[in-house]
């Protein structure tokens, strides 16, 4: 995100956190409107021009979605008057508030992450499946109904709200890219980290705990570690925690000798 973006952003959920009355439904409302922001050119370029008023963009807000709840209305409203860097990146805000209304309506951040990234991992496994939530050419809805049987009667109804909006709106990005942010989104509003372990065998308790410690000390925050088990790695641990990547595995010594050998 460009400079404009992010201080909006910092505002946008600084706002949030503050807001009462926040439930499951003001994250849906937003994402919902967020997505016929993405889905009109128009209302992209008008909401995030910045030479429009403030007051004439919340003019807009007010008549194209009239039916939204106080705090949901409230947050857009904010939201738009903003400067953001261009219409996409507004886009990308919307979303990441909605994610947020939601995992601090539904109170559950921690099973909603884990949840979230158990489907990541199913997805994954299942070239089918990933084909289908991916397809670029399917309805929204098809998608979002496929969703609703897998995970329906077994998620938080925050987890199901978000997969749900992002696999309606994938905006370019792979469908376990989307659903590793989201998670991140919702770790972020607990307070929290998200750290992907990947080892070649499962890591004890202990090891976990040890690790946990040793990450939060470095990233001065708390880490939820979502462990991997991917026989390829050979040994030694590859951990993600955002954009940073620390592989301390064989698999990539191997694949640095090879390249020193080669060169």
Do not use: C
């Amino acid at each position: 995100m460009g400079s404009a973006s992010r201080q909006a952003l910092r505002t946008a959920i600084d706002v949030l956190t503050a807001a009462k009355g926040v439930s499951v439904a003001t994250g849906e409302q937003l994402m919902t409107a967020g997505r016929a922001v993405e889905e009109s050119g128009q209302l992209r370029t008008l909401l995030g021009d910045p030479a429009i008023a403030p007051d004439e963009k919340s003019a807009i807000v007010a008549k194209i979605f009239p039916g939204l709840e106080k705090t949901a209305a409230s947050l857009l409203t904010g939201i738009v008057q903003s400067r953001w860097s261009n219409g996409d990146e507004l886009v990308a805000g919307i979303e990441e508030v909605g994610v947020r209304a939601i995992a601090q309506g539904d109170g559950h951040t921690k099973a909603i992450e884990a949840e979230l990234f158990a489907f990541a991992r199913i997805v994954a496994s299942d070239p089918e499946l990933e084909l289908a939530l991916g397809n670029k050419l399917a309805e929204g809805e098809s998608k979002a109904a496929l969703v609703d049987a897998l995970l329906g009667k077994k998620a938080h109804p925050g987890t199901l709200a978000i997969v749900d909006h992002l696999v309606r709106s994938p905006r370019g990005r792979r469908v376990g890219e989307m659903f590793a942010q989201a998670a991140d989104v919702v770790a972020a509003s607990g307070g929290r980290r998200i750290a992907t372990v990947t080892s070649a065998a499962p890591l004890s308790a202990k090891q976990q705990d040890r690790l946990a410690a040793a990450l939060k000390k470095t990233y001065d925050s708390d880490i939820q570690l979502n462990a991997v088990v991917d026989p390829a790695v050979i040994g030694g641990v590859r951990i993600q925690i955002g954009d940073d990547v620390i592989d301390g595995t064989v698999a990539a010594r191997l694949a640095d000798l090879r390249l020193q050998l080669a060169g």
